[in-house]
């Protein structure tokens, strides 16, 4: 099985890498549309600004490559809300491939960004098999200071300040605001269940 990392600027790369070495993943770090296109997993992770990472995104034709795509593809972080519709963060319009807008965190919900380990709940979906019936819900590890909204997409929700979709699923398309390769076992179980996918 042939994985790959898509390659652009705001892609937290390193720590991915160390995660699949971790599982014994194959895996490949590109933005060449023929190797992402054959790939049998995809892998979209990010961190940094939302307007940043589109406008490179855009001018790599990645933008169009990625909602096209027909084999699993997960997004984290910053990936997850470039797969989102809209983001408050400089005004950005992103991918839309879920139909949900990503919002700043407000004031009341305490210090922002969120930043460490949170608990998530309302797990359903291939992402969190094994999860599901955990003594307590499981921790994963957040830096972020917005969310996308709760919507027929979810997975799995956090509350900070106010409920926010921790994941998301639409047909091939998968996603985690959290950082899937830095959440310890629970972040390795999600890891491997979309490889099996």
Known sequence: M?????KYNAGNVQSVMYALDRIGANYELTDDEATIRTA??????????ASTAMAYLRER????LIPSLTQPVLGTCVGMQLMCRYS??????????????????P??????????????????GPLTEGLTNLPVDPY?????????DVCPDTTAICEYGRPFSAML????????????EISGDVGQRILENFLKI
């Open 2 to 6: 042939n994985t790959v990392i898509i």
């Open 40 to 49: 049998d997993k995809v892998i979209f992770p990010g961190v940094g600004e």
């Open 61 to 64: 034709r990645l933008d169009r």
């Open 88 to 105: 408050e963060e400089n005004d950005t319009t992103c991918m839309g491939i879920f139909d949900i807008d990503v919002r700043r965190f």
């Open 107 to 124: 004031a009341s919900a305490g210090k922002v960004p969120h930043t460490g380990w949170n608990n998530i709940h309302s797990l359903r």
């Open 140 to 148: 994963v590890y957040f830096v972020h200071s917005y969310a996308a």
């Open 169 to 180: 699923q639409r047909d091939n398309f998968y996603a985690a605001q959290f950082h899937a």
